[in-house]
């Protein structure tokens, strides 16, 4: 028998916790069908940072990184911990150490009252750009250095052409190379070099100012979208009015060379919400099709399909949370969504 897929459960602060536990139960679901997998659940975060002085020890990093083979993850932010020095070393430390440089992020949605003609899909560089957190603060300065590097460039836009090409949709790459010479730069050079790679991929770039502005105005008129962490962040909270919301969008990063056993990371787009946590209120959905991204990543695609399907389902049924305008609880939506699922 061929070993189980260990998957680390990392629910983290916050809503995290609360949408993290309406899906695991579809891993048992999972097994009921007959996967082969393995929960290890993780309780790094913030309540454990406060309790024993631990982000993410040594240990756990390396549990994670070699014996694991993807980690669902909830969200990481905490009012308490107001320079989020928990958050970089957990969240950050996974996604730069584990090489996850391709942050998926799709926007096609499902809801009703939401136009399903509108079929997105951002490709966010992960590990680098302003987000390396390297700078100074100086009286009456202040520096953030952004860091691009060639091999992370060049691993997100390869997957974003590879997707383009498979699925014969046009790819857009959202830069401001129009003033961040050196590092957009870059990017337009890589781009460059790919596109001549992929003559058949209907490319072209675009300024990422005046790609806001088109996104909203004609979002069906774009397909897949490539941008460097900062952009992309931006980018994907933008789409994701598209589904409904934050509490709708859900994530995969992958390591496409993959280094390391553990190389994907699934989490809803959305963060901690200290607003809403602890309430029940916390949509569920964006963690659901999270999951639903890390089984098709697994090759489970009779799993993914039908995850996504339930959620469809639920959401047609009238189920919604009180960010879609509906009166349902984070459990009762998430009862529903499973509900759904084939036996
Ligand atoms: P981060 O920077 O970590 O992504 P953020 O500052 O962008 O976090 P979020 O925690 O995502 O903020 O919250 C943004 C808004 O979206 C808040 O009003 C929050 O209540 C709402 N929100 C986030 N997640 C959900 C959810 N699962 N269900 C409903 N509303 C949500």
């Known amino acids: 028998m061929s070993r189980p ?38 309780p790094y975060g913030a309540e454990h ?23 669902l993850f909830g969200a990481v932010g905490d009012p308490r911990i107001p320079d989020g020095r928990h958050a970089e070393q957990i969240l950050l430390r996974l996604r730069r150490e584990l090489e996850l440089a391709v942050n998926f992020r799709p926007c096609r949605p499902l809801a009703p009252g939401f136009d399903p003609a509108i079929n997105l899909e951002i490709y966010r560089e992960n590990t680098e750009g302003p987000y390396c957190l390297q700078g100074t603060t100086e009286p ?43 590092g957009h730069g870059l990017w337009l050079r890589v781009y460059a070099d790919l596109k001549a790679q992929f003559p058949t991929v209907d490319a072209r770039t675009m300024h990422a100012d005046a790609l806001l502005c088109a996104l909203v105005q004609d979002p069906k008129a774009f397909g897949i979208i490539a941008a460097d ?13 598209y589904v409904g919301g934050m509490g709708m969008a859900p994530s995969l990063s992958w390591a496409p060379h993959r280094p390391f056993r553990c190389a994907a990371l699934a989490e809803p787009v959305h963060g901690s919400a200290p607003d809403i946590a602890g309430q029940g209120l ?21 799993e993914a399909t039908a995850l996504e399907a339930a959620v469809g389902e639920a959401l047609h049924a009238g189920f919604r949370t009180r960010d879609l305008g509906g009166t349902h609880g984070t459990s009762e939506m998430g009862k529903a969504v499973r509900s759904q699922l084939p036996t």
């Open 5 to 42: 897929v260990r998957i680390a459960l990392i629910p983290g602060d916050g809503v995290g916790g609360e949408v993290m536990a309406e899906a695991v139960p579809c891993l048992d679901w999972a097994v009921a069908r007959g996967r082969c997998l393995e929960a290890v659940p993780l």
């Open 49 to 71: 940072y406060l309790a024993t002085g631990e982000t993410l020890p040594e240990h756990a990093f390396t549990t994670l990184r070699d014996g694991c083979d993807a980690v």
């Open 140 to 182: 009456g300065r202040a520096v953030d250095y952004a860091i691009h590097t060639e091999p992370a460039v060049h691993r997100l836009l390869a997957c974003a052409f590879q997707r383009a090409a498979v699925l014969g949709r046009p790819l857009l790459l959202a830069h401001k190379a129009n003033v961040l010479k050196h």
């Open 229 to 241: 962490n900062y952009l992309g962040d931006l980018i994907s909270d933008l789409t994701a009015a």
């Open 282 to 302: 916390a949509n569920p959905v964006g963690m659901f099709l999270s999951l639903a991204l890390l089984f098709r990543h697994l090759g489970w695609e009779p």
